[in-house]
């Protein structure tokens, strides 16, 4: 246990709950952190804040990063189709955001230093979404060593470390973690699309909507949200 700070980087869906609950249950007094970066799927946001509000974080930010100002993904760019036929191996799908997360582990970097927080909580998974660079564990490592060179308490031996304990955890395992921790997968949002709500075709949606039938938690897929 630890009374240290922790910064989770919110985006309101599954896996940043979950994350954000882990680092709870180890002790952590969690700050959440979410980005509005003109993101189709909006709607992820009032998740967030619903989610931060049941685990009770310490604080909530919400930063406005406008990275549709360019596109380069169908989750900024509406002319853009959402792909709709699953995760391919090998391939880095459309819904990929340039420079997303190392935008906001940047950002997350500021605010932990600001804070004296001692760690910055990552809901990345690199199985499910393999095709994203920035969700593998090879960019995290070499992010730390970025984190330590860049800021002053990394100059001293006090920097912030990036944890993301659910890398390498199957949606499955996620789903499972989020139900023992009490995480309201219900307020979560996952989907895509910029609906109300979930479309359930979506790579997103199907992907969780597969792991909570595994889980033995139909009730909570997408279908029953529409």
Not at 71 to 88: C, E, H, I, N, Y
Not at 90 to 111: A, E
Not at 208 to 213: F, G, I
Request: with cysteine; proline share 4%.
């Amino acid at each position: 246990m630890t009374d240290s700070t922790a910064i989770a980087l919110l985006s309101g869906g599954l896996d940043s709950a979950t994350a954000a609950a882990l680092a709870q249950e180890a002790g952590y007094r969690v700050i959440g952190l979410s980005f509005d970066y003109g993101q189709r799927h909006r709607r992820e946001l009032q998740a967030a804040e619903e989610i931060a509000q049941v685990l009770n974080l310490f604080e909530h930010h919400i930063i406005s990063v406008n990275l549709a100002s360019w596109g380069g993904s169908s989750l900024t760019d509406t002319t853009q189709s959402l792909p709709t036929d699953g995760v391919r191996e090998g391939t880095i799908p459309s819904t990929y955001v340039p420079g997303r997360n190392t935008v906001f582990i940047s950002i997350g970097l500021s605010l932990a230093e600001a804070r004296s927080a001692t760690q910055v909580v990552l809901g990345i998974n690199a199985v499910d979404y393999s095709g994203y660079p920035d969700c593998r564990p090879d960019y995290l490592n070499a992010f730390q060593t970025l984190a330590d060179l860049s800021s002053k308490v990394g100059r001293e031996g006090r920097g912030p470390r990036l944890w993301a304990p659910l890398v390498v955890w199957s949606k499955q395992k996620i789903v499972e973690e989020a139900l023992r921790l009490g995480v309201p997968i219900e307020r979560t949002w996952s989907c895509y699309s910029g609906g109300d709500h979930p479309c359930g075709v979506c790579d997103s949606c199907r992907i969780r909507d597969a792991a909570l039938r595994d889980a033995g938690r139909p009730d909570l897929c997408s279908s029953n949200s529409r």
